[in-house]
């Protein structure tokens, strides 16, 4: 884990969301004061999950898309892809948006797909 999304993570995982978002707000400020740009897609990522939890979906998914088109052709999508896919189409998908969350597993699919390497 990304040491700016360490605090984040933790409150994360311990249910306690409204510390969570306000590290992980801090977190993306510093990120991006830092120009630290290979932590964007982990903060965002972060952050789609956390403001699922609080039940604003249509923020989560927002998070969820710019981890996605951020991470793209990065290992950020090998290690984190299909958790990021699988959170913003479910997103999408509550939201009654359900048609285009096809085309979005689509295109990311086939963008984790290369990404894996056979050895």
């Known amino acids: 884990m990304k040491p700016f999304c360490t605090w984040p ?10 510390n969570a978002l306000n590290y ?7 990120i991006e004061l830092l ?3 290979g932590d964007l897609p982990l903060a965002y990522r972060l952050l789609g999950d956390i403001y699922r939890g609080l039940n604003e979906v249509a923020r989560g998914s927002y998070y969820y898309r710019l981890s996605l088109d951020y991470g793209a052709y990065s ?3 090998t290690n984190w ?14 939201q009654g948006k359900d048609s285009g969350s096809f085309g979005v597993c ?3 699919l086939s963008l984790s797909i290369a990404h894996v390497h056979v050895r």
Not at 9 to 18: A, P
Not at 24 to 30: D, F, I, V
Not at 81 to 94: E, H, Q
């Open 24 to 30: 992980a707000l801090q977190a993306l400020r510093n």
């Open 106 to 108: 689509q295109k990311n």
């Open 9 to 18: 993570q933790i409150y994360y995982e311990e249910g306690n969301l409204d």
């Open 35 to 37: 120009h630290a740009d």
């Open 81 to 94: 892809g299909y958790s990021v896919l699988r959170n913003y189409t479910t997103a999408l998908i509550s």
């Open 75 to 77: 290992p950020f999508i």
